[in-house]
């Protein structure tokens, strides 16, 4: 049987936006960051998220933030698993094959940071997934322009 993770309790002090992460040892939330603007809370989580699914860890956030003068829990996902990394297949030489290997993690750098800059910060396993099948299947001009038409729907650039 799964243990009940306890509410999150409303951040101390003036309402602002803040992200409070569950610590399943401790049972227990810690704000992981504050700002008076909504956006760098967010990209805060998407940083923490990919770090915490890098690890293999579950991670549970819970988004606060002020809606007319007054604390508002805006979002509080549920604990999510990370996807399983694909094998990579072995080939005759270690050199091309890490230069490869090298190119499709700065492809999906890219990537990630054009759904970042679109305002997508928390992924899901299948959402992973997608971008690694793209980053493996596209090349780098193709990356790159994808990525700035995601930034440029954003608004942001």
Known sequence: MEKQRSRCPRPPGEPRWVAMFHEGAQDSWTMGAESPYRDPVLYAV???????????????VALWGPEEGAWRLFD???ATTPAPAPERPASGSAEPARLAERMTGRRHQVLMAGLSKAGLYDLTPEDGEAVRTLAER?????????????????GRR
């Open 138 to 154: 596209l090349d780098e001009p193709t990356v790159r322009r994808v990525a700035d038409w995601l930034s440029s729907a954003s």
């Open 46 to 60: 998407g940083a923490m998220a990919q770090t915490v699914r890098a690890r293999g860890e579950e991670m549970a």
């Open 76 to 78: 509080s996902p549920s």
